[in-house]
Nanobody, 115 residues
Framework: QVQLVESGGGLAQPGGSLRLSCAAS????????MGWYRQAPGKQRELVAT???????IYADSVKGRFTISRDNAKNTVYLQMNNLQPEDTAVYFC?????????WGKGTLVTVSS
């Protein structure tokens, strides 16, 4: 019913950049808050950034000034632009859609930051 498909992960060097995309299926994409979460090895999933239907954003302190979340409602897509990547950013990044029926998740895309 609801599908979220992430893409754009890969290997980056410290200081490099990547842009993640999340393509969402289903109706009423524009009304839902979307988010990016990540899970690093040995750690719990944590919030990276969220964006509301109106464009308001929230960022984890660890990524402020480096990451930017955005959305294109015409394309049913949310993005995460990641700049100045650091090894600590290495994780599987998950796309999330907040609906009344629950939170929906993609399968994730792996981001590895290493020299």
């Amino acid at each position: 019913q609801v599908q979220l498909v992430e893409s754009g992960g890969g290997l980056a060097q410290p200081g490099g950049s990547l842009r993640l995309s999340c393509a969402a299926s289903g109706s009423f994409f524009s009304i839902y808050t979307m988010g990016w979460y990540r899970q690093a090895p040995g750690k719990q999933r944590e919030l990276v950034a969220t964006i509301t239907s109106g464009g308001s954003t929230i960022y984890a302190d660890s990524v402020k000034g480096r990451f930017t979340i955005s959305r294109d409602n015409a394309k049913n897509t949310v993005y995460l632009q990641m700049n100045n990547l650091q090894p600590e950013d290495t994780a599987v990044y998950f796309c999330n859609q907040d609906r009344l029926t629950g939170h929906y998740w993609g399968k994730g895309t792996l981001v590895t930051v290493s020299s």
